[in-house]
């Protein structure tokens, strides 16, 4: 498909399409924006990065005959990553967010670059990357080194199901190394691809997640025996926060024909962790929602440096390539969705407790069996990882390249550790929607509603009732597994 001239969060979250092809109008823009740089090139004057040195280096002035040589010397000497490599589901977000700002047509580069990452992509090249190295300020350097040194052949790929010398897939592929031209190694490493590709793949998960907690604190609403009393319009009307409003209705259209819910009222309120889900859950919309603003304008924004603008005949040197924006946002994410795990714990807690005629810790025959018990604790343990993980990266900085890069976003440790949160989320939330269908069945014959009934059944085709001891890990696998599901579906019933 041609790639869109505006990219949303909606496009990235949808299946990937196996092809991308560059507009023309975009190879228009790309093509008149490298004639305009070349002109310039001839004109004797200086211009960092294009034919200056970098960094600290600036001042250092590239003779014309080594223009080519210094962009290739400078993907090599950039690709100094190290740590874990980046999952390749991200690399492939790189690969697309990087020909998407290379499309805008203001860095400078041939059409023959953009198209060969374009290839990369439709061939399903996917350069090893690795985790740790940028600092999230001047671009994400190394992982972005490294992302494109197979363009000139140097690196390793994945390539059909295997990791390779970058040179051995191109030749399997029918595709020849390319030689930089002047200013283009500068463009490929200077942008925020990394951590915009590491945002996007949480924003994709998190927005599935959202539904999930609600779905999830239903299910536990209904088997805590807990009223949807808090959940009604007048409440919200009252103190209209959007997130707060959607999540309320919301869960009341999950928890609508439920017999539970018209047993006669025994209590007379319910834990903050019931009766405040509109309110947790519903800050953490909104915290997705303005994150979501900001990552739609980042991923269709011009972050490499210097700018050519060849529309308004000028070459500019600024700080497009500086991950603050994201840095902030990745931590404030991170603290948005660890919420989610926070509250939802505490439900598991509720219902392990034995209170509310419950058994305690929903085991069957409890003594000889210990039921939820430790299920309970690795929810604990891994809500108070998350919580660590909170600690933000972005206050932190390091003075870099001899001081002429003294401040920098530190982006790249925002959104690394943003990933990590997410995964912690979905297997609090897979806890609890365990341990509250085990609940539930406790409380047959009475039936919750119809979707949560849906959810039940899907799920216990996977993760049986646990009417005695038995290795609970594989149920927690499978349930964790199983909210890699579509949750929209189930509201759409």
């Known amino acids: 498909m041609q790639l869109p001239e505006h990219l949303t969060t909606e496009f ?8 991308i092809h560059i507009s023309k109008a ?7 924006n490298r004639a305009y ?3 310039k090139l001839t004109s004797g004057n200086t211009y960092y990065g294009i034919n200056t040195g970098f960094g ?4 250092v002035r590239i003779q014309d005959s080594e223009l080519a040589q210094l962009q290739e010397n400078l993907v090599c000497s950039h690709a100094c990553g190290m740590g874990d490599e980046v999952p390749q589901d991200i690399v492939r977000l790189m690969l697309l967010l990087k020909i998407h700002g290379l499309s805008q047509g203001y860095s400078g580069v041939r059409l023959e670059v953009v198209q060969r990452l374009a290839d990369f992509y439709n061939h399903g090249i996917l350069p090893v990357v690795f985790e740790s190295g940028s600092l999230g300020a001047s671009g994400d350097l190394a992982p972005l080194a490294h992302m494109c040194l197979p363009l000139f052949g140097r690196g390793s790929v994945h390539y059909k199901g295997q990791r390779m010398p970058a040179a051995d897939a191109l030749s399997a592929a029918g595709l020849q190394p390319i030689k930089l031209a002047a200013k283009e190694g500068l463009a490929l490493l200077n942008g925020t691809q990394f ?6 793949a949480c924003m994709i998960k998190a927005q599935n997640l959202l539904i999930w907690a609600d779905l999830a604190g239903g299910l536990s609403a209904d088997a805590f025996l807990a009223k949807d009393e808090p959940f009604r319009h007048p409440i919200h009307r009252v103190r209209p926060h959007k997130g707060q409003v959607e999540t309320a209705a919301r869960m009341l259209q999950i ?3 439920s017999e539970i819910q018209s047993l006669p009222k025994e209590q007379v309120q319910d834990p903050y962790s019931f009766r405040c889900i509109p309110q947790v859950h519903g800050a953490s919309k909104d915290v997705v929602r303005t994150v979501n603003e900001v990552l739609e304008t980042e991923i269709n924004s011009v972050t490499d440096n210097p700018i050519v603008f060849h529309d308004e005949d000028a070459i500019m040197s600024g700080g497009n390539f500086h991950g603050q924006t994201l840095a902030l946002h990745a931590d404030f994410l991170a603290m948005g969705l660890a919420e989610l795990g926070n509250i939802s714990e505490r439900r598991t807690y509720l219902l392990v407790s034995g209170q509310r005629k419950l058994a305690p810790f929903l085991a069957p025959d409890a003594g000889l069996n210990s039921g939820f018990m430790i299920a309970q604790y690795t929810a604990a343990s891994i809500v108070s990882q998350s919580k660590q ?6 206050v932190d900085s390091i003075v870099s390249s001899n001081g002429q890069e003294d401040h920098v976003s530190m982006g790249a440790n925002a959104v690394t550790k943003l990933l990590k949160v997410v995964k912690n ?14 609940a539930l069945e406790m409380r047959r014959p009475l039936k919750s509603s119809p979707i949560l009934e849906t959810i039940w059944n899907d799920l216990r085709q996977t993760a049986s009732f646990m009417d005695r001891d038995d290795v609970l890990h594989d149920k927690m696998i499978a349930a964790e597994k199983f909210l890699d599901r579509d949750a929209n579906a189930y509201l759409n019933l």
């Open 12 to 19: 990235l979250s949808g299946e990937m399409p196996a092809e």
């Open 26 to 32: 975009a190879a228009k823009r790309i093509n008149e």
């Open 37 to 39: 740089l070349d002109q």
């Open 56 to 59: 600290s280096l600036c001042n």
């Open 195 to 200: 951590m915009s590709s590491y945002l996007s």
């Open 255 to 257: 928890l609508s024909g």
């Open 389 to 394: 993980y909170c600690t933000p990266a972005s």
């Open 425 to 438: 989320v979905q297997r609090v939330l897979a806890i609890e929607l365990l341990t509250a269908a085990q």
